[in-house]
């Protein structure tokens, strides 16, 4: 087979291929965002706060599932892809 099959393809085929994972990935973080979300709530209503506790509980677990969710692929890509490479 041609090892360069892809230079016949369309410039939008190319862009399309090289876009599709990025555009994947950010919907997967809008939908796991929005199911943490909710887990977070209904954490922190099941440990029984006060009202004044109940807001920093909630603060601190979407901040924390929010950072996880953004950044787990660039530590994936910085400390494992990194390591595969050299």
């Known amino acids: 087979g041609n ?3 892809w230079r016949d393809w369309p410039l939008w085929a ?3 291929v090289k876009l599709f994972p990025t555009v994947l990935y ?5 939908i ?3 199911i943490y ?3 977070a709530v209904k954490l922190t ?5 006060r009202r004044e506790r109940q807001l920093g509980s909630l603060i601190i677990k979407l901040v924390s599932f929010q950072f996880v969710n953004n950044f787990v692929s660039l530590f994936f890509q910085a400390f ?3 390591d ?3």
Do not use: K, N, P, T
């Not at 950010?26 to 809008?30: G, L, S």
């Not at 209503?45 to 706060?49: L, M």
């Open 3 to 5: 090892q360069y099959f």
């Open 14 to 16: 190319l862009w399309g």
């Open 26 to 30: 950010a919907i997967v973080i809008a």
């Open 32 to 34: 796991l965002d929005a």
């Open 37 to 39: 979300g909710g887990l």
């Open 45 to 49: 209503r099941f440990e029984g706060h």
């Open 80 to 82: 494992y892809v990194q």
């Open 84 to 86: 595969l490479e050299a």
